[in-house]
């Protein structure tokens, strides 16, 4: 991918959002930064490696020390459910036309942002309801790695909230580790030489974000996500117009 010295400081300073969400809500960092790397370039296939890097690398960093406070529990039960859709996903991204996945991520964005700005938690009240979210989620996560909020909708009854974020960070860790192998046997480029250039970004945001997720605790979180759903919608907007006029970035 060549890029110019502006979109180059565009995918840095995005990077360093998806640190901070990541870091910041313990979930996020693809669905709300894919859609922007998106208006930079529809290529799905090219930041999603990237993104899956530097959430191995950071997550593996935050539950390392934290790994005692793992509901183990859970990850048994949720990947029981999520691996076969979650691979069924991977296949779906490797083999359908790019536009199709873009648009495919634009829509579970757009939804996820409607529910943020209306304050509607996707909640779950049953035991087949935890397994059509682990399904829905594992397959969101396995096209496009935003299959997340569908899955916290599950955790937050289930976890304590000592374990919430740690649990979570060792499953997205696990999710993606398969989701890379699918992607090298593929034949997939990888992106290491953009992994490591975007690394230092991506590390600012994260150390923001743990900061900001201290203070989270002490907030109203449906607040926060309401202005986030605000934000998503405006990027999809842009995006929507950017098809509309054919014009690139």
Known sequence: M????????????????????????GFGGAALALPLMLLVADKPLFFLPIIATHLLIFSGI???????????GFL?????????PKLIGVIGLLSLPTQWMVAFIYAITGFYAVTWIIK??????????????????????GASLIGAPLIVAVAVRKMAISAYRDT??????????IKMLAFAIAGVDLQWQWSLALLIPA??????????????LTRDAK????????????????????YLLATPL
């Open 2 to 25: 060549d890029f110019s010295s502006t979109q180059i400081i565009v995918i840095s300073a995005i990077f360093v959002w998806s640190g901070f969400v990541r870091a910041g809500l």
């Open 62 to 72: 935050t539950t390392g020390l934290r790994f005692k406070h793992v509901d183990h």
């Open 76 to 84: 048994r039960e949720s990947l029981t459910w999520m691996m076969v």
């Open 120 to 141: 509607w938690e996707i909640k779950s009240q049953s035991p087949w309801v935890d397994r059509l979210l682990y399904i829905v989620g594992g397959y969101f996560s």
């Open 168 to 177: 979570l960070f060792v499953l997205w860790f696990i999710l993606v580790v």
């Open 203 to 216: 590390a600012c945001g994260h150390m923001l974000g743990l900061k900001f997720h201290k203070l989270m």
């Open 223 to 242: 607040v926060v996500r309401q202005w986030l759903g605000v934000c998503l919608l405006g990027v999809i907007g842009l995006a929507l117009s950017k």
